[in-house]
């Protein structure tokens, strides 16, 4: 799968380049990150070990996203 393509859901609430905090959550600007913290933490969304008051979101947000979807979003965001 097509990390650009995938993240036109994510834009919304991060920003093209990652750099917005999503709703106001202050902690959680992705532009920076490495593409290994980035698909540990969308893993830990999918089974319940990573987040903050707001995981829920992300949860839904990452329950669909297979191991392949995860890996090349954290590839495509890890270069903003
Ligand atoms: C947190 C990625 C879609 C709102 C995060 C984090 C990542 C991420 C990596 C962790 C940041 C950190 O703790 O350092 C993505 C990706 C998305 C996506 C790849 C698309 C597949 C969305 C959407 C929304 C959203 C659509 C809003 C409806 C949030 C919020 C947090 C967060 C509020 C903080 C949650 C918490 O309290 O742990 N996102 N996101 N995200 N994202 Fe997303």
Not at 40 to 62: E, F, P, R, V, W
Not at 64 to 77: E, K, M, Q, T
């Amino acid at each position: 799968s097509d990390g650009s393509s995938e993240y036109v859901k994510c834009k919304g609430c991060h920003g093209s380049d990652g750099s917005k905090a999503p709703l106001g959550v202050d902690s959680a600007i992705i532009k920076g990150q490495s593409k290994a913290e980035i698909a540990n933490k969308l893993k830990g969304y999918k089974d319940d070990t990573y987040g903050g008051a707001k995981k829920s979101i992300m949860k839904s947000q990452s329950k669909r996203l297979s191991d392949d979807d995860i890996a090349a979003l954290a590839d495509y965001i890890s270069k903003f």
